[in-house]
């Protein structure tokens, strides 16, 4: 018996009224570990009860406290009839478990109710003592540390990388089993919430069991993911990469300034870094959940590697042995694994898994970018000998490594144009390259970057079964050559030669495919200047038809004049002589792919345009001409704003610490069954459009600034109400992003304005109104890594406020004095808590990491009318999400939460009969940050008997 | 084909709230009126959006205000509830804002009942200002809130309406002007009475409140601001001897008129007006234990003392002069015992007065 937790149960405030005679609640709590259950007095007659309960004890095994989350159950107390649910806390107490996390869990929650939404908060407080158990047989992974973030956590160092971890848990779905008949809707609710907790704890914990076996003590980007099969069942899965991470001593925390494109500062912490060593396993899969690495860990990439099948859904019979799954997965990973290899790379970072389910038809894909890593940070024999070694003997630049191509220049997977790299001139590099990882630090880069978006639809026929699953996996490689086309030419007409961050997602609706890709595109200093685009018409026979093309080519080539002062792309354009020969405009992808349905049948496709002049875009017939028309019709961001999908802004370097994270949600109704291609394809290209437009208005009191992490979901929800005639069609458009503004010195776009005062010394608070002048180079001059950040900081002001874990209540009797309270006024002010989908947050610094927060909530209601339809309904929803988010974040002892995001939202809903559904997953990490200019006072204690929370401004 | 948006929704970690829709939304508008509005103020253009767009924005913010109203019926609720992250500046901005009134619609409601009667007949009152009918109803709600919380607070009226509700000081003290009117049922839309604003009004309800009620007195009990103290308004009655014994009516009169001789252009009317001017004054002193008479209290100050001086052409500052003189010489009188009494009579009465007189 390896643990105790213990809970308290202190007051309630805001208790909706439960007894209509009175207006009053009388409450009592239920306190609920694995089959015991505790309860307190009823504190009678009152919306603010008091009930400063016993410690409730329960004692557990460390499995139990990893798989089980804490239930407390607020109740009405009712003398003669069955007593009333006012709602409900699910605690994760897997933080506790972690000596490096948090101590306890202490504050305010929302009282949470699956059909009234939040009633009232509680206030609760949970400890857990855990005594040591040697037993090498255990079940349980204490003590494993889990991050979302996909890089190395601020305040550590990666002492040894081991590489991939994954895990699956399947389960009968409650909403699909026979008993969901007769329960009522919140039962069955909590009956999915409760499970997909277990679940997701379980999953944590087997997880874990692998890293300890594998001599880790962490699992940095952690990524769980629940496919909700319907009647096939429930599965959720994880994958990661696990780690052995040493804590940094806050005084020795070498790098301040931890922006992922700022520099290593000094010489400390490069040195940190080389002795991390990476261990990849030959059987294992060399798969890195990693976006973002340390200095001299990437050494080449190759470029982005994906794979996809159709899978045809059958119920899961024995969900203690998942073998379908599983395989399925294993399948597709050694795919990605054998496109690494014909790329020349031994292992696959910024590697991620997803899936699209339709009915019985689910489409698995995976994708990640093919790369080499220091073979110097490798254990010997750990690796194939992917690479020919003798590229790592010169030491290239720094800055420009990780562009030179890994795979032989004599026997290239595909036709490519190499030329010599435009930094180095020694090693070869390709025109274009594709990655799915964060920009690195070190890169070298001109101009500014831009957000760029690929967006395509595909009828299909409705079918079923075989049928159905054969369409599909006919029409991907089509779909994916198509996005593929659309992103290369946009980047070509935006001038840049680079794509950072590729996420291509394929959601498969009844009657059709919806492909969307996005990407922030940049122009590599190291890699050559892309060409123009022609335009060429295939039969040039009349006049007007000729004036067509040329009016067409006019457009584009000054749409690309205008891009090109737009992201203040301006290389250097002698370094093209030097090469010696005029690079041909070729095109060429580094995307490899395939698609199979249950066959290990591998199809690569040549992306290439073939050995023609690929840049020409011919306008033989209509589809082309609608291309050439999208591609022009991309509306141009408004002034003063930047968007990426990456962590940081290429090209941008002064933020200021002003953030907003939101989310935003659309359905569309498509209401014509005459659906084609390009009519399809236009309406979804106008709607995503149309959604960054509206993104740009509402956060038009903030520029200059940056939407950062932009990340676009789609889905095409099956429909469940046939209604005569019309075919009807949703399409769902989730966007959790953040918002950054930054202070761009000066309002001019060119480069001298941009320039940044370095600092020298990273170890020293930044002194951020004196910079230490040294004026650096222009932004694209290798001195840049050399560089840190001056942050602009509007104000410094930094409020902490602690608040009494019992908060006066409101004045019950109406007759009291206000005076009296005065003292005390009813309830401190909330704690401010941040929330970013970034690893950091510009401006502070993270000192503790206090574990993972990954919620699942469900939401439904009966009267979708009366809550203002169903964007009352799902704002509503979401709001509450976020402030159960933030209340678990505050009683961590939290202020902010990193690499945050919301993994699924499914919306169903029954106008007809007033109701709607919605299912809410989200994940990221709790942590507590500190300005910048405040790194030498001490941090808050945590540990102390007080809420405290320091609470940084929340003006946005 | 046809695309239609079914679902729309944005939101923020820290709500995001525009000062400008939030004014459309409590003033009632409809979001198309809103769109309408703001589209030909110019955001369109600054931004490259299109109606879509700010139809779209327009929605979001009306949505957050609506979920918000709860909170701010109880505003000291807003800063710790945990579903919105709202900065403290905006929090406050929310909440004066949602209790902010129009001038013209309190003048209309100033006095009477706060009960179901008095807004049922609100749309006559939106037919009649302007204000829309949805504005009416949140002003008058919120009149009705604030009444029935302080009514039965002990302390001061304006501490109490700021710390409840957390307004600023000016907005606390017009409240208290408004739950002072209401409780006293005090008159206010006679014809005569139209020509004063809002402003005149809660500058005499100050007044009021400072000098003639029992927190005046003492400050720890019930209703101490809201009722005018009745030991002082029976005491008015001794005051009486002013313009019933004739020696001291007239020596009354003969040292203002020493005092004022010279100094105005209407000494003329002023000395043969000072019997009947004084008769009216003192009479609304004596008067004052009976409910119906303090209603009339304005109407009676209008009629017995501004309407006479206002056809005799005084001026703001003949008034004054007057009136401390009036107020002063009585002091002299050596018959007249009641000092105290007097001067916290004729204080309020002077100040409201000359609030009340408009040139």
Redesign the interface.
């Known amino acids: 018996m390896p643990g105790k937790l213990k809970a308290k149960i202190v007051a309630g405030?805001?208790l909706p009224v439960m007894d209509r005679a009175s207006d009053l609640t009388d409450a009592f709590v239920e306190v609920k570990f694995g089959n015991t259950t505790f309860k307190t007095d009823v504190f009678p007659k009152s919306l603010n009860p008091q009930w400063n309960s016993e410690w409730f004890k329960f004692e557990v095994d460390d499995e139990d406290l990893q798989d089980e989350p804490l239930q407390i159950t607020v109740l009405d107390h009712d003398t003669y009839s069955a007593n009333d649910a006012i709602g409900k806390v699910y605690i994760d107490i897997d933080p506790l478990l972690c000596s490096e996390a948090a101590t306890r869990i202490c504050g305010?929650f929302?009282i949470y109710d699956t059909i009234h939404g939040?009633r009232g908060?509680i206030n609760v407080l949970v400890k857990v003592d855990l005594f040591n158990d040697l037993n090498s047989f255990r079940q349980s992974s204490c003590g494993v540390k889990f991050f979302c973030t996909t890089s190395i956590p601020r305040c550590y160092r990666a002492a040894l990388v081991h590489g991939f971890v994954e895990e699956l848990v399947v389960n009968e779905d409650p909403e699909y089993q026979w008993i969901d008949r007769i329960r009522t809707p919140r039962a069955s609710n909590e009956a999915r919430q409760r499970l997909i907790s277990l679940m997701s704890g379980e999953l944590q914990r087997k997880i874990g069991l692998k890293v300890l076996e594998m001599g880790g003590n962490a699992v940095v980007g952690y990524l769980q993911c629940f496919d909700l099969e319907g009647e096939s069942g429930l599965v959720v899965r994880a994958i990661g990469t696990a780690c052995t991470l040493d804590k940094l001593t806050p005084g020795t925390a070498p790098n301040t300034n931890t922006h992922s494109n700022t520099a290593p500062a000094s010489n400390a912490l490069s040195k940190d870094y080389s002795r991390a060593r990476v261990c990849v396993r030959v059987r294992e899969f060399p798969f890195f959940t990693l976006t973002c690495f340390p200095p001299g860990f990437l050494v080449h990439v190759g470029g982005v590697v994906s794979a996809r099948s159709v899978k045809l859904l059958d119920r899961i019979h024995n969900p203690d042995e998942p073998e379908t799954r599983d395989a399925w997965w294993e399948e597709i990973r050694q795919e990605i694994k054998s496109h690494a290899k014909a790329l020349g790379c031994h292992a696959v970072v910024g590697y991620s898994e997803s899936t699209s389910i339709c009915e019985e038809v689910c489409i698995l894909s995976a994708s990640g970018t093919a790369a080499m890593l220091n073979p110097r940070f490798m254990r010997e024999g750990c690796l194939d000998a992917g690479g020919s070694d003798h590229r790592f003997e010169d030491a290239s630049p720094p800055s420009c490594g990780f562009c030179h191509i890994p795979y032989d220049e004599f026997n290239m997977p595909f036709p490519a144009q190499l030329t010599y790299c435009y930094r180095c001139r020694r090693q070869k590099v390709p025109d274009v390259l594709f990655t799915t990882i964060d920009l690195p630090a070190e890169a070298a880069v001109t101009g500014k970057g831009c957000l760029i978006q690929a967006r395509l639809c595909r009828t299909k026929k409705k079918a079923q079964g075989e049928v159905n699953a054969t369409a599909i996996s006919n029409l991907l490689p089509f779909m994916e050559y198509e996005l593929h086309t659309q992103l290369m030419n946009k980047l070509k007409l935006r001038s840049m030669n680079a794509l950072f961050g590729l996420r291509i997602q394929i959601s498969v609706g009844e009657n059709m495919l919806l492909g969307l890709a996005s990407a922030t595109g940049v122009y590599l200093s190291a890699l050559p200047a892309p060409g123009g685009i022609q335009v060429a018409g295939k039969t040039p026979s009349d006049l007007n038809y000729d004036q067509h093309i040329a009016t067409m080519q006019k457009r584009i080539n000054d749409t690309i004049t205008k891009n090109k002062e737009l992201y203040n792309i301006h290389p250097p354009e002698s370094t093209e002589e030097l090469v010696g020969s005029p690079i041909p405009d070729r095109q060429r992808s580094r995307l490899f792919r395939s698609t199979s349905e249950s066959s290990d049948e591998l199809l690569e496709l040549d992306l290439s345009h073939g050995k023609k002049d690929a840049f020409v875009l011919e306008i033989d017939d209509t589809d082309a001409v609608e291309d050439i028309q999208s591609l022009l019709t991309d509306?141009p961001m408004?002034a003063g704003f930047y968007s990426c999908n990456t962590e940081v802004m290429p090209g941008i370097y002064n933020w200021t610490s002003g953030l907003?994270?939101?989310?935003?949600?659309?359905?569309?109704?498509?209401?014509?069954a005459?659906?084609t291609n390009q009519?399809l394809n236009k309406?979804f290209t106008?709607?995503c459009e149309?959604l960054l437009?509206?993104?740009?208005?509402?956060?038009?009191s903030m520029i200059p600034c940056c939407l950062c992490h932009v990340n676009f979901t789609v889905a095409v929800p099956e429909e469940e109400l046939i209604q005569m005639g019309a075919v009807r069609l949703?399409c769902v458009c989730v966007c959790g992003c953040v918002f950054v503004c930054l202070f761009v010195s000066g309002s001019g776009e060119n480069e001298d304005q941009l320039q940044f005062s370095m600092e020298l010394c990273a170890d020293s608070t930044p002194s951020n109104n004196q910079p230490t002048s040294k004026p650096s180079g222009t932004p694209h001059q290798p001195e840049m890594s050399e560089n840190s950040l001056n942050f602009n900081f509007p104000e410094l002001s930094l409020r902490t406020t602690a608040c009494k874990p019992r908060?006066s209540p409101?004045p019950e009797g109406?007759?009291?004095?206000?005076?009296s309270t005065?003292s005390m006024?009813?309830?401190?002010?909330?704690a401010?808590?941040?929330?970013t989908p970034l690893s950091f947050l510009p401006g502070t610094r993270i000192v503790k990491y206090l574990g993972i927060i990954n919620m699942f909530f469900i939401r439904e209601t009966t009267s979708l009318r009366e809550e203002?339809g169903?964007?009352?309904f799902?704002?509503?929803f979401?709001?509450?999400v976020?402030?159960m988010v933030?209340?678990h974040v505050a009683a961590l002892g939290g202020n902010a939460v990193v690499s945050y995001s919301m993994k699924e939202c499914v919306?169903m809903e029954n106008p007809n009969k007033n109701q709607a559904q919605c299912l809410i997953n989200v994940s990221g990490d709790a942590v507590i940050f500190v300005r910048e200019s405040e790194q030498e006072a001490t941090p808050p204690l945590m540990s102390s008997g007080q809420i405290s929370s320091t609470g940084a401004?929340?003006?946005? | 084909m046809r695309m239609s948006v079914e679902l729309d929704v944005f939101v923020g970690n820290t709500t995001i709230m525009d000062e400008e829709v939030y004014q459309f939304w409590l003033d009632g508008y409809t979001v198309n009126d809103a769109v309408k509005v703001r589209m030909e103020g110019g955001v369109l253009e600054e931004c490259e959006a299109s109606a879509e767009v700010l139809h779209s924005d327009t929605m979001d913010q009306y949505r957050t205000f609506q979920m918000c109203e709860r909170l701010l019926h109880s505003p000291a609720k807003l800063a710790n509830q945990l579903l919105f992250q709202i900065p403290p500046h905006r929090q406050a901005m929310l909440i004066e804002r949602y209790y902010a009134f129009d001038g013209v619609f309190v003048r209309e409601v100033l006095g009477k009942k706060l009960s179901k009667g008095t807004k049922k007949d609100l749309d006559d009152v939106s037919a009649k200002t302007g204000v829309t009918l949805k504005s009416c109803r949140r002003q008058f709600d919120n009149f009705k809130r604030v009444f029935k919380v302080v009514e039965e607070l002990k302390g001061p009226l304006v501490e109490n309406i700021r710390q409840h509700f957390l307004l600023s000081d000016q907005l606390a003290r017009n409240y208290a002007a408004i739950v002072f009117f209401a409780n006293n049922r005090f008159e206010t839309g006679k014809k005569k009475l139209h020509y004063l604003t809002f402003q005149d009004f809660a500058f005499c309800a100050g007044q009021l409140i400072s000098y003639w009620t029992v927190g005046a007195v003492d400050n720890m009990v019930e209703d101490m601001d809201v009722d005018l103290e009745k030991q002082f308004l029976q005491d008015l009655k001794e005051l009486k001897i002013l313009i019933t014994d004739k020696d001291l009516l007239d020596q009354h009169k003969s040292l203002v008129c020493t005092a004022l001789r010279g100094k105005t252009k209407v000494f003329n009317e002023m000395e043969t007006n000072f019997k009947n001017l004084s008769r009216g004054l003192v009479n609304i002193a004596v008067k004052l234990t009976n409910t119906k008479d303090v209603r009339d209290f304005f109407i009676d100050l209008v009629e017995k003392f501004i309407e006479p001086c206002r056809s005799d052409k005084w001026t703001a500052g003949d008034m004054r002069l007057f009136l401390t003189h009036y107020t002063n010489s009585a002091h002299i009188l050596d018959t007249f015992k009641h000092q105290v009494l007097w001067d916290r009579y004729m204080g309020v009465i002077k100040s409201c007065i000359l609030k009340m007189y408009h040139d």
């Open positions: 405030r805001h305010w929302p939040i908060e509306a408004p907003q994270m939101f989310t935003s949600v659309r359905v569309y109704r498509l209401s014509n005459n659906l009519g309406i106008e709607l149309n437009k509206s993104l740009y208005f509402k956060l038009r949703n908060c409101l109406r007759s009291r004095s206000l005076r005065r006024p009813c309830g401190a002010p909330v401010v808590v941040k929330m203002g169903v964007s009352g799902l704002h509503c979401i709001a509450e976020f402030a933030r209340a919306f401004d929340g003006t946005t």
